[in-house]
C-alpha cells in the first residue's frame, strides 16, 4: 500500500510487517492445516474444523487487506486477522487442557498464534494512529496553556 509516512513508523516499517505477517500467517496455515488433518484421524472433527477456520482465516485476512481500497478497510481487515488468531490460540488450549493434544504438540502453535497477535496488534495500532493523524492533523498542534490573569 502506498501510504505515505505516519506517526509510528516510516512505510517501509510497516510494509516490511505486512510482509512478515504475510509469511507468518500463511506458514501458521500450513500447520493449522497439518494439526487439523490428525484430529480428523482421531474422529475430532468439529474440533478439526475449528482449527481449520480459524487457523487459515487468519492468512486470508491479512491477504485481503493488502488490497484494501482504504486504510480504514485495512485496518478491518487486519483486526479481523487478529481476531481469528485470538480464536485459534483458543482452540488450541481447548484441544490441550482437553486432553484432546498433549502440550508438546500445541505448546509451539500457541506460541506462533500469540507473535501473530503482537504483530496484527502493532500494524492495527500504528495504522490506526496514521489514520487518526491524517484525519484530525491539528491534534499534534499542543494547545498552549491558557494565560492566567492578574
Known amino acids: 500500500?502506498?501510504?505515505?509516512?505516519?506517526?509510528?513508523?516510516?512505510?517501509?516499517?510497516?510494509?516490511?510487517?505486512?510482509?512478515?505477517?504475510?509469511?507468518?500467517?500463511?506458514?501458521?496455515?500450513?500447520?493449522?492445516?497439518?494439526?487439523?488433518?490428525?484430529?480428523?484421524?482421531?474422529?475430532?472433527y468439529d474440533l478439526a474444523s475449528q482449527i481449520w477456520r480459524s487457523g487459515t482465516g487468519i492468512?486470508?485476512?491479512?491477504?485481503?487487506?493488502?488490497?484494501?481500497?482504504?486504510?480504514?478497510?485495512?485496518?478491518?481487515?487486519?483486526?479481523i486477522a487478529s481476531k481469528e488468531a485470538r480464536e485459534a490460540q483458543y482452540w488450541l488450549r481447548l484441544a490441550q487442557e482437553?486432553?484432546?493434544?498433549?502440550?508438546?504438540?500445541?505448546?509451539?502453535?500457541?506460541?506462533?498464534c500469540e507473535k501473530l497477535v503482537r504483530i496484527l496488534t502493532s500494524i492495527v495500532k500504528t495504522t490506526s494512529e496514521a489514520l487518526k493523524e491524517i484525519k484530525n492533523p491539528k491534534s499534534r498542534i499542543q494547545n498552549p496553556s491558557p494565560v492566567r490573569g492578574n
Open 98 to 112: 482437553g486432553g484432546i493434544l498433549p502440550e508438546t504438540e500445541t505448546a509451539r502453535l500457541l506460541e506462533d
Open 1 to 44: 500500500m502506498g501510504w505515505k509516512r505516519g506517526p509510528q513508523g516510516t512505510e517501509s516499517e510497516i510494509v516490511g510487517r505486512e510482509n512478515l505477517i504475510r509469511d507468518e500467517a500463511f506458514q501458521f496455515a500450513l500447520k493449522s492445516m497439518h494439526l487439523a488433518r490428525r484430529l480428523r484421524e482421531q474422529r475430532e
Open 59 to 79: 492468512g486470508a485476512n491479512v491477504e485481503e487487506a493488502q488490497a484494501a481500497q482504504s486504510r480504514a478497510d485495512f485496518i478491518s481487515k487486519m483486526s
